[in-house]
C-alpha cells in the first residue's frame, strides 16, 4: 500500500505514524500539520514551561528526525475530498492519499465577548501560545484565569510558584467539574491552601483595559471588578472538525467512528485522539470522545497499525480513558469515564487525608476511579473499570490489599 496521509501533527498523529511504521508499513507517509513545530508534548506547557527558559522549549519536543516520513508543517488542513481522495492545504496545494488518519485534535475555545481585542489576553494550547503567556508573566503581578478545569487549575498552580496573585473563576461550584465533588472538592482546598483567590459559581460579563488597549481587569456577573496584569482564557477546547464539514463524514462533532477507529462509513480513513468520537462499552456502547494525553497517544498507536491492514483484520480501541493532572505537589488522576458515575465512593485514604482512591460507579459496575497522589494504586483500578467489577467487589478487595492507603471505616459515599 502506498500514499499514507496523517493531518495533523501533534501527539496522535505522531503516534500514528510511528504505528504505522511498526507494522511493517514502508510506503510513502505524509504528516500535514498547521503548527510549524515538529510534534512536541503538550503537558509541560501549562507546568514546566511557563516558569523555565529558553532552554526549555527542546524538552518539549519529541525524539522523531529517524521517523521516515515527509513533513508538511505550517500547511492548514482546510477542505477534504472523499471521492478523489484528497486533502486540500491552505493555499490550494493538493495531497493525494491511498488511507488517511484525521488527528487534527483540538483548539482552545476563546473569549468573545467584550473586551477580546486587548492584549494580555491568552489561551493556552500551543507551544506559540505558552511562550508568549510566560513572557506577559514575566512582568506581571496579577494573574486572572477564566475557567477551572485542567488547564486554568494547572496554570494557577505555575503562576502561583512564580510568586504571582492569582484569581480563579468558573461558573460551576467546584474546580476541574468534570470531575465530580470529591474531587473537586479536594481541588479547591488544595487551590486555597496555596494562595488563590477562588471566585465559583459566577461567571465574567467583560474584560477592560486601559489607555493602550491592554487588559486591566476583569468584571464579574455580579458587577464586581478584578485587577489584572494578564487574563488567561480556559474555557474548554473546540475540536477541529469544520474542514471536514461537506465531506460525507458524519460529525458530532467529532468525527463519528466504529470501535476500530475507522470512519463511518468509509474503511479508508481513520481517526485518532481528541477528533474522535467512538462507541465505549462503559458509556453502555454510546459514543465518547476524549481530549487526554494517554487517549492521543493510545489512539493514534492503534489507528497507525489499523490503517496498514484491512477493515476485516483491524484492532478494536477497548482502553480505559485514563489522565492525569500535576498542581504543586499533588497527582491527581482519574480512569474511566467520571462523566457517568451516579455516585461516588472513597476506598482507601491515608491516616493523613493527602492521598486517597475514590471509585464512581453507575448501574452497578464501576465506571471511573479517582485518585489524590495515588499513583501506584491507579494501575490496578484501571483495570478493575477495564474489567467492569461492581463496586463492593471491588471495596472488598481494596479492604483486604496490605498495600492500599487504608480502606476508610465505613466507606464514605459521595
Known amino acids: 500500500m502506498a500514499g499514507l496521509v496523517i493531518v495533523g501533527a501533534s501527539l496522535a498523529g505522531l503516534r500514528a505514524a510511528q504505528g504505522a511504521r511498526a507494522a511493517g508499513f514502508d510506503g510513502e507517509l505524509v504528516v500535514v500539520g498547521d503548527e510549524r513545530h515538529r510534534p512536541y ?38 477542505a477534504l475530498d472523499v471521492a478523489a481522495r484528497e486533502v486540500e492545504l491552505a493555499g490550494g496545494a493538493r495531497v493525494a492519499y491511498s488511507r488517511l488518519i484525521l488527528a487534527t485534535g483540538c483548539r482552545a475555545r476563546p473569549w468573545t465577548g467584550p473586551g477580546a481585542e486587548l492584549d494580555g489576553l491568552h489561551t ?13 508573566l514575566s512582568g506581571a503581578r496579577r494573574l486572572v484565569i477564566v475557567g477551572a478545569g485542567f488547564i486554568g487549575c494547572e496554570v494557577a498552580a505555575s503562576a502561583r510558584k512564580l510568586g504571582l496573585d492569582v484569581t480563579l473563576i468558573d461558573i460551576a461550584p467546584l474546580p476541574m467539574p468534570a470531575l465530580g465533588a470529591t474531587l473537586g472538592e479536594r ?66 462533532p467529532g468525527v463519528v467512528c466504529d470501535e476500530t477507529l475507522t470512519a463511518q462509513g468509509h474503511d479508508e480513513i481513520l481517526c485518532a485522539g481528541d477528533l474522535a468520537a467512538w462507541p465505549h462499552s462503559l458509556a453502555g456502547g454510546a459514543l465518547v470522545r476524549v481530549e487526554h494525553w494517554t487517549n492521543a497517544a493510545e489512539q493514534g498507536t492503534l489507528a497507525g497499525r489499523n490503517a496498514v491492514v484491512e477493515r476485516a483484520e483491524r484492532t478494536p480501541y477497548t482502553a480505559v480513558p485514563s489522565f492525569w493532572s500535576d498542581q504543586y505537589d499533588v497527582k491527581i488522576q482519574a480512569v474511566g469515564l ?16 493527602d492521598r486517597f482512591v475514590a471509585i464512581g460507579e453507575r448501574d452497578g459496575q ?29 471495596l472488598a478487595a481494596v479492604a483486604a490489599d496490605p498495600k492500599a492507603f487504608g480502606a476508610p471505616e465505613p466507606a464514605v459515599r459521595a
Not at 124 to 136: K, Q
Not at 215 to 241: F, H, K, Q, T, Y
Open 124 to 136: 493556552l494550547r500551543h507551544l506559540d501560545d505558552a511562550v508568549a503567556l510566560r513572557a506577559d
Open 41 to 78: 508534548t503538550r503537558p509541560p506547557l501549562s507546568k514546566e514551561l511557563l516558569g523555565g527558559t529558553d532552554d526549555d522549549l527542546a524538552a518539549c519536543a519529541f525524539p522523531c528526525d529517524d521517523l521516515d516520513v515527509t513533513w508538511r508543517l505550517g500547511s492548514q488542513a482546510v
Open 187 to 252: 481541588c479547591a482546598e488544595l487551590h486555597r491552601s496555596h494562595g488563590v483567590d477562588l471566585r465559583l459559581g459566577t461567571g465574567i460579563a467583560a474584560l477592560h483595559g486601559d489607555a493602550d488597549g491592554r487588559v486591566s481587569a476583569v468584571e464579574l456577573a455580579d458587577g464586581e471588578r478584578i485587577g489584572a496584569d494578564a487574563v488567561v482564557i480556559a474555557l474548554g477546547a473546540i475540536p477541529n472538525s469544520e474542514w471536514l464539514r461537506g465531506s460525507g463524514l458524519e460529525l458530532q
Open 338 to 353: 467520571p462523566r457517568l458515575a451516579e455516585r461516588v465512593t472513597i476506598a482507601e485514604a491515608s491516616p493523613e487525608g
Open 366 to 394: 464501576v465506571v471511573t476511579a479517582l485518585a489524590f497522589n495515588g499513583a501506584r494504586r491507579l494501575p490496578w483500578y484501571r483495570r478493575q473499570v477495564g474489567s467492569g467489577a461492581a463496586p463492593d467487589e471491588v
